[in-house]
């Protein structure tokens, strides 16, 4: 069993930054893809950014040029830098690790999401 715990969320005004982190229990890193995801109040959860172990990102089109997902691998933790925020931006984010064995999505594993909201 793998914990994740998010933390960083905060209120932003728009055009602000802020920098999420994730602490993972184990490492897992190097055999597992770790993302960001978000959802917004009557919305489904969706991806924001994702960091595969050979360090292939992947990002919403939604967020491309204003956030960067990274991973220090000494400290087990990943990180969101989100730039230029926007209200739209504004949702529970969430932490989560999975590993890809032939092709089926396993050891999925979420945090509990850390609140961010964007708003003068």
């Known amino acids: 069993q793998v914990e994740l715990v998010e933390s960083g969320g905060a209120l932003v005004q728009p055009g602000g930054s802020l920098k999420l982190s994730c602490v993972a229990s184990?490492?897992?890193?190097?055999?597992?893809?770790m993302g960001w995801y978000r959802q917004a109040p009557g919305k489904q959860r969706e991806m924001v950014a994702t960091?595969?172990?050979?360090?292939?990102?992947n990002y919403a089109d939604s967020v491309k040029g204003r956030f960067t997902i990274s991973r220090d691998t000494a400290k087990d933790t990943l990180y969101l830098q989100m730039n230029s925020l926007k209200p739209e931006d504004a949702a529970v984010y969430y932490c989560?690790?999975?590993?890809?064995?032939?092709?089926?999505?396993?050891?999925?594993?979420w945090g509990r999401g850390t609140q961010v909201t964007v708003s003068s």
């Open positions: 184990q490492r897992i890193f190097s055999i597992s893809v």
């Open positions: 960091l595969t172990p050979s360090g292939t990102t």
């Open positions: 989560n690790s999975y590993r890809l064995m032939q092709s089926k999505r396993l050891f999925d594993y």
